[in-house]
């Protein structure tokens, strides 16, 4: 019989004195109760969006525990020229014991925007991923069954030039301007809607990159580098690509999106996408690309356009700073409407190339001016005089 002897080891009290042994009235809840949640309760998009991104005003009790070269900590309000009210106010004095305690949640406005689209990790993913499905699936189908050699010799063309040359004002918007406003937002709320707003872009540039390989394989003499040529080059592009340009350089997080979404948007990307390609592609034998161009429709008109609406009508109907983000949105639209009217115009030569041509030019432009004086209508903003242009 063999005998085995203990070994000595120190054992765990618990004296109820270590972490998470106080109990608290909700000590068993399973919903985060320090934000006021938009409606009754709150929903799982807030438990897993509000204060992911920290705020010194509210819990971080040495400050920002980060800064740039230039001394400024964390993500500086200061970023955009527009204001949500508490703004202004300054960051609580900390000292030896004070903790997390500061403002009242929220301490300024903008922790208030909530995404409709109710964006997050899971939510990009799946979308993204069904959309990827579908096309793949359209595409394939479209090869099995030769519908590509009932293509108009014209339009094979305009495919490769103009069709192909819209992936670079996705991927420059989606890379430099969306991504970059993603980081300078001072919520995460903000920063969910911005960086799925990025990522649509870049998928959609994804899209037609890919797409331009397929066709490469199927069609005979498609000429798969023409964008890069008509991108570069062909006078009725370079007004969109210098808008682009310049859309990409804009240093305040808020006229990036607003210039983007609110005017570049309707007055040009949905002008080239649903006035022009939608409407040409059938009449020319071609069913395949409408579903591409058409994802992108969708994803600017029933998802980045949804979070944009209430993002800026909180900034115009703001109880302190309402007068002033309307004055400076409003110098915004007089800058911005007149470079995306004039980038417009320089592609209507597009409109006579294929051989089925889609409707007037004009009574194209006439409905997207219509479009984004609703989209002002809905922001409480004036048209500016500039849209007559």
Known sequence: MTTTTE????????????AGAKVFPDSTSRTFNYFNPAKRKQSHYEDVTVEVQPDPRHYLAQGWLYGFSDGKGGYPLEWTALKAWGTDRPEPTRGPGSGGKGYDWPAHGWHEFRDPNEEWELTLYR???NVVRQLNQNVEAARQAKAFEQWNRNWVQFVAQHVGAWMHVDH?????????????APTNMHNNAISVNSMHRIRAAQDLALYNLTLS?????FDGAAHLTTWDSDPAWQGVRET????????DWCEAIFAANVVFEPLVGEMFRSNLVQQAAPANGDF???????AEEYDYAERDLRYTRPMFRLLVDDKEFADHNKKILQQWLADWVPRCIAAVRTLQPLWSQPDAKPP?????LDRAKSRFAGILSDLGLQAPKELSQ
């Open 244 to 251: 682009a340009e310049q859309l990409t350089a804009i240093w």
């Open 288 to 294: 395949v690309t409408p579903t591409l161009v058409g």
């Open 7 to 18: 070994r000595s080891v120190p054992k765990p009290v618990f004296t109820d004195a270590e």
């Open 127 to 129: 979308y993204n991923a």
């Open 172 to 184: 420059g918007l989606g890379l430099y301007l969306f991504a970059n406003a993603n980081r300078r």
């Open 360 to 364: 007037r030019f004009e009574d194209g």
């Open 217 to 221: 394989e199927e069609i005979e003499d």
